[in-house]
C-alpha cells in the first residue's frame, strides 16, 4: 500500500519569513495530493491540493509543488501569520482504491 | 449549514462498556470515514464506507465496529475489546478524493 512520509515533525519560523513541509509518496499510482491544517481541538481543513498533471498551484500566500520522477511534494507558505500555527498534514490518495494516506503531520509555530 | 457533525465532543467510557460515537453529514457524499488520532501523531483509518449498507475495515479496525444504514449517517462503536481507546476520533466524507471532515470526539477512559 501506499505510504507518505513528512518532515520536519515540527518547525518554528519567524513571522512574515516563509515555511517549507516536504512529503514524499511511494506509490507510483498515487493522482492526488491534498494538504490539511488542523487547529487544536478541531478536525482538520483542506487548504490546497494538486493532481498529478500539474507540477506547481498557488493560492494567496500558499503554494504546493509537485515532483512526481522524484515523487515528492512540499507546501510552502510566505509571508507567514499568527494565525497559520497549526498542525499540517500532507496525504496521497490512488483515485482507484479511494483510500486517502496521510503523512505524521507537522506542527507549525510562527514565532511573533 | 452543510457540513460533518460529530457527537458529543467529549465521551468517557468505564472499562467494559460499549460505546458509540455519531456522524451525521448533509453534503450527499457516497464516502464516509473514521480516524483516530493520538497525541502528536497522524490520523489512522478505522473503517470506511463507499455507499449504504456497505463497508470496509481500514488499518486499525480491531476493536470497532461501523453501521451504515442510511447515506446521511456513519455510527462508529468502540467495543470492550478495544483495550486503549482514548484517542480523538474524526469522521469524514468525500467527494473526489477531497475529505471533510467534523469536529471531532474526544474519548477518554475513566
Known amino acids: 500500500g501506499e505510504n507518505v512520509e513528512q518532515h520536519p515533525s515540527t518547525l518554528s519560523v519567524q513571522e512574515g519569513d516563509s515555511a517549507v513541509i516536504k512529503c514524499t509518496y511511494s506509490?507510483?499510482?498515487?493522482?492526488?495530493f491534498p494538504w490539511y491544517k488542523q487547529e487544536l481541538g478541531k478536525g482538520p481543513q483542506l487548504i490546497i491540493d494538486?493532481?498529478?498533471?500539474?507540477g506547481e498551484k498557488k493560492d494567496q500566500r500558499i503554494a504546493v509543488t509537485l515532483n512526481k520522477t522524484a515523487k515528492h511534494f512540499s507546501l510552502h507558505i510566505t509571508e507567514t501569520q499568527p494565525e497559520d500555527s497549526a498542525v499540517y498534514f500532507c496525504?496521497?490518495?490512488?483515485?482507484?482504491?479511494?483510500?486517502?494516506?496521510f503523512g505524521t503531520g507537522t506542527r507549525l509555530t510562527i514565532i511573533p | 449549514d452543510g457540513g460533518i457533525t460529530q457527537s458529543p465532543k467529549y465521551l468517557f467510557r468505564k472499562e467494559g462498556q460499549n460505546v458509540t460515537l455519531s456522524c451525521e453529514q448533509n453534503?450527499?457524499?457516497?464516502?464516509m470515514y473514521w480516524y483516530r488520532q493520538d497525541p502528536g501523531q497522524g490520523l489512522r483509518l478505522i473503517y470506511y464506507s463507499q455507499i449504504v449498507n456497505d463497508f470496509q475495515k481500514g488499518d486499525i479496525a480491531e476493536g470497532y465496529s461501523v453501521s451504515r444504514e442510511k447515506k446521511e449517517s456513519f455510527p462508529l462503536t468502540v467495543t470492550s475489546a478495544q483495550k486503549n481507546p482514548t484517542a480523538f476520533y474524526l469522521c469524514?466524507?468525500?467527494?473526489?478524493?477531497?475529505?471533510?471532515f467534523g469536529s471531532g470526539t474526544q474519548l477518554s477512559v475513566l
Open positions: 494538486i493532481r498529478s498533471n500539474v
Open positions: 496525504a496521497a490518495i490512488d483515485f482507484g482504491n479511494e483510500k486517502l494516506t
Open positions: 506509490d507510483s499510482a498515487s493522482n492526488y
Open positions: 469524514a466524507s468525500s467527494i473526489a478524493g477531497k475529505l471533510f
Open positions: 453534503l450527499n457524499h457516497d464516502a
